[in-house]
């Protein structure tokens, strides 16, 4: 990374951890106001007719439901390239696009399979030659020897990690003055910037956007119309990560790569999906082109962060796709395990029971998110809280979660004023942030879609509450902000006493896993993180993030 980058990091490390976040240097990314998804669905058929058991699949929803760590937002099931079952858990629905961060991946590996070909690159091609404008006066040996397989396969020994996403204005320019770490080809280190790069290749090479390229051999193909994807600040797209797409888009790029498509061109489809090289982690055990294999005979998947993932199984003609706000990465989480289970070597036999495609219909028409309920008497004690107005003591947290403020450098300069209203079936919060007054209206039984503005970043949001009392008896009022285009859910507790207010912050994935990511983005293999990783420095590094992730905030009645 050239020096000025990684002051930058190192600047922004720094207030982070002083909780000075807001003035840190860091370019802020504003996330685009999302639609709803416009594709074709993929044809449904009934289980049964595709040779899969309800009482099967129904068995399979209950234990993925009953495992708390899993934290769906959706799961979609094919077989034969037709949906077989579906879930949708409450407030997410299947129109909403999400964040699918590394999935993203699998998506840009599409693109270069098409590029290579049509010509436009080849997988020996070596990046110096691509990009000759953004070479270091000084280029390494190891740098010229960089080639497009390379990044396809996560073994070009490049150390430039996240920090770059956070503050480089000219992520190519940075890559290449990387520190090359170890020998092209040699060791798997899996690197966000790898595939950014081979996005910026294919940009570079065609001559238009990386999603104008995509548009008429896969995404139009496929039946999917008005992609967004984030791009960097010279507007490439970001290609390892910034890509918003529903399950069931998820699910059709999957079964894109599935063979005999006709899709991803031959014999490029073959080796993205195949193993190219080893890895040492708990993922897998093997990375084809930007695609994981898995322990799961000939399958092969897609894997992003926080739950978003895909996994084909060629040999039973099934795919699965799922979108989550899980702690845990796809391939090392009981997701996985449970996939296995039930789909791993053959389809799982169970019982027949009478009426298993009307039973596994109905339960699959309620799922939702698990929240609290509260109670109908607390719901009427809390309205004599109602109407007045509270000054907060000065601080720097609010409602966006921490992981949204952290990726888009969008932090906040803290909520100033609040007040409530409070309705037989709603709560309405009125809140004073960075000097703009918002609305959110909350449902006791049922979730109330906003909008809502941080920053320049748009966001929809499905606010549940509960009311009830606690262990003292005092009003407590808990708000479930799903950002439904993220696989964020923030989570305030309402204190309320006398003449004063207590708001407590959580949200799902967990802080710890957020703080994780955000770890990552500020770069893992840089010294100033690497000497945080153990021991006093990493416990201070970790509590004091989750004191920025989930403060407390003490508030008065105006």
Known sequence: ??????????????????????????????????????????????????????????????????????????????????????????????????????????VTSAAVGFAISEGLLSEDEKIVGIFPDKLPFFKSNRLQKITVKHLLTMT???????????????????????????????????????????????????????????????????????????TCPKGIEKGGWGLYLTAEEILKIGLAFMPETGIIPEPYREKATTKQVENDNEYGPGYGYQIWSSNIKGAFGFNGVFGQAMLAIPDLDIAIAVTAGSDQMFFEGDLFKIITTFFGDGLKKVPRKPFAGTRLKNYLKNLRLVHKVGSKEARQDIKKFGGAKYTLKENKFGFLPFIEQAVHGNFSSGITEIDFVFEDDFCTINFAEAGNTQTIKAGYSNAVENNLTFGESSYAVAAECAAYDDEDKNPVLKLYLSFLETPCTRIAKFYFYKDTLKIKFDEKPSVEASVEMVLDLVGRQEKLVSRVKDGKIAKYVIDTVMKQATPELDGEKI
Request: proline share 5%; aromatic share 12%; charged share 20%.
């Open 1 to 106: 990374m050239d020096v000025f980058a990684g002051l930058k990091s190192a600047d922004f490390f720094i207030k982070l951890l002083r909780g000075n976040q807001e003035n840190a240097i860091i370019i802020h990314s504003p996330k685009e106001k999302m639609t709803a998804a416009d594709f074709t669905p993929l044809p449904r058929i009934s289980p049964e007719l595709a040779g899969v058991s309800s009482e099967m699949l129904l068995e399979f929803y209950k234990v993925l439901c009953n495992d708390k760590t899993v934290n769906l937002h959706s799961v979609i099931v094919a077989k034969g390239g037709k949906v077989i079952s579906e879930g949708y858990f409450a407030p997410y629905n299947k129109n909403w696009r999400q964040a699918v961060y590394s999935v993203s991946k699998s």
């Open 156 to 230: 070009s020994g490049i150390s430039f990690n996240e920090a770059g996403v956070a503050v480089a204005d000219d992520f190519i320019k940075s890559c290449l003055e990387s520190e090359i770490k170890t020998e092209p080809g040699e060791v798997f280190n899996y690197n966000s910037l790898n595939t950014y790069l081979l996005s910026a290749a294919v940009v570079r090479k065609s001559g238009m956007p990386l999603v104008e390229y995509l548009k008429p051999r896969l995404f139009e193909p496929l039946g999917i119309s008005n992609i967004y994807w984030e």
